[in-house]
């Protein structure tokens, strides 16, 4: 195996698929055509080549050297099907770049019909379409990383640029109950802007664990949703999910590991062992429970970094709340 | 172990690729309970599960896991696709079932994350 960079370029061909790149408007040709009616219809669309379809089959493909071969011949009356080449070379369109550069290099095809799996004809590929839309994609990734650069150079810098004397940023979220399929949202959007605002990225970690097991309690457990809320500071997050559900009995037993009240449907998902809190109090440097039957819950955490994480990881001076 | 020399030992495919097959996954682990993955996952590791629903990929993400392996051949829905390609997290697919899975990447020096230790207090 040898190691090497790849070029970003090389990453595009690797990576993009033949129907991002191939042109969809394909100027076929008709089995009942002359070669002089081809001819006319590849001077006007200005292609030197065309695919000759029965139905939505590739039958063949006429270039302008065979349009060449049969004037030389003094046949421009007969039909396509007398001078195409029968054997066409096509390409599937979920194939990957690469291995339609390679067959349009080095075995010399000028052009590539493209087809879906049920062999339908879909578009076309030429070095002409592939060039163009690579340096499209090439483009719009190129834009992107400026973008997110742009962004979290911003983001990052909002400490530095407020005036005040304690600066501290919110944001706010809201998570649906049982919409399963939707949560973790609000976690990943956290963790997307903690990375911009260049916290630490052990931090970030921590954070987008306890986050995403608090997100999941309110999908899970409550019947009416909730919000999370994310106070950032210069040295600290304060974090809290709160929600108006239906609140917590015994909170000494939910905070036991393995307790848990989650239905079976969400332990076939793989959640709900009894193990978010626990996992929470774990990640973050401080927890906080608060909750009465009938009266929602309210769940804070805090995370410090910075020179004053030391004296709080595992320590009871955190308590500032 | 590059993620491409993984793919190779389990015979897998690649059905979302987001990274480079040659970045290299420093650990595995296996798990079919998420909160599993969320307490003892590592940065960048690959996760072999027999899940497939999007919560495994949201999961992922949150944990700062590079590469998912389902494992028994099983086929991910779409929206667990779709998912990846947002998040940014590799998926492969491989014949091989949990066991086997795992113990062709410990066999070929892929390592775990050693003995996990969990205090009264804190779990």
């Known amino acids: ?321 | 172990m590059t993620i491409r020399e993984l793919v190779e030992i389990l015979s897998g495919k690649i059905l979302v690729e987001n990274h480079s097959l040659d970045e290299e996954v420093p650990r595995g682990g296996a798990a079919d309970l998420m909160s599993d993955v969320l307490a003892f996952g590592t940065d960048r590791m690959v996760l072999m599960t027999g899940l497939t629903n999007p919560q495994v990929v949201r999961t992922a993400e949150m944990a700062g896991i590079n590469v998912i392996v389902f494992v028994r051949d099983k086929k991910p829905p779409h929206e667990t696709i779709e998912m990846a390609r947002d998040s940014g997290v590799t998926l492969v697919s491989t014949g091989y079932t949990m066991y086997e899975a795992c113990g062709r990447l410990y066999a070929a020096g892929l390592a775990g994350r050693g003995p996990v230790k969990i205090e009264n207090d804190s779990w």
């Open chain 1, 1 to 321: 195996m040898t190691s090497h960079e790849i070029t970003p370029v090389q990453e595009l061909i690797y990576t993009t698929r033949v129907e991002t790149v191939m042109a969809t408007n394909v100027v076929v040709l008709c089995p009942s055509m002359s070669m002089a009616e081809a001819k006319t219809l590849m001077q006007n669309k200005r292609i030197s080549g065309a695919p000759v379809v029965d139905g939505d089959r590739v039958v063949g493909i006429v270039t302008m050297t065979d349009v060449i071969r049969a004037m030389e011949l003094g046949k421009l009356d007969s039909p396509v099907t007398e001078h195409m080449v029968k054997e066409v070379m096509t390409a599937f369109k979920d194939a990957s770049v690469i291995e339609v550069v390679n067959r349009l290099g080095r075995e010399g095809f000028a052009r590539l019909p493209v087809v879906d799996r049920d062999g339908k004809l879909v578009g076309i590929l030429t070095n002409g379409t592939l060039i163009r839309a690579l340096l499209h994609e090439m483009d719009i990734s190129f834009q992107k990383k400026e973008t997110e650069k742009i962004q979290t150079y911003r983001a990052s810098h909002i400490f530095q640029d407020i005036l005040s004397d304690d600066t501290s940023v919110v944001l706010r979220f809201v998570v649906d109950d049982k919409d399963f399929s939707n949560a973790g949202k609000a976690s990943s959007m956290i963790k997307k802007s903690l990375q911009r605002i260049q916290i630490p990225p052990p931090i970030v970690r921590r954070v987008a664990v306890a986050v995403y097991e608090a997100e999941m309690n309110l999908v899970i457990h409550t019947d009416v949703g909730g919000e999370i809320n994310v106070d950032i500071r210069p040295d600290r997050l304060f974090i809290s999910a709160v929600d108006h559900g239906p609140g917590i009995e015994d909170l000494q037993q939910v905070l036991q590991p393995g307790f848990s009240t989650a239905p079976q449907w969400i332990r076939d998902m793989g959640f709900g062992a009894g193990m978010g809190l626990a996992n929470i109090k774990r990640c973050s440097d401080m927890m906080k429970l608060i909750s009465e039957p009938g009266a929602g819950t309210r769940l804070d955490m805090i995370f410090v970094f910075g020179e004053n994480a030391a004296g709080v990881v595992g320590g009871s001076s955190g308590k500032k709340s």
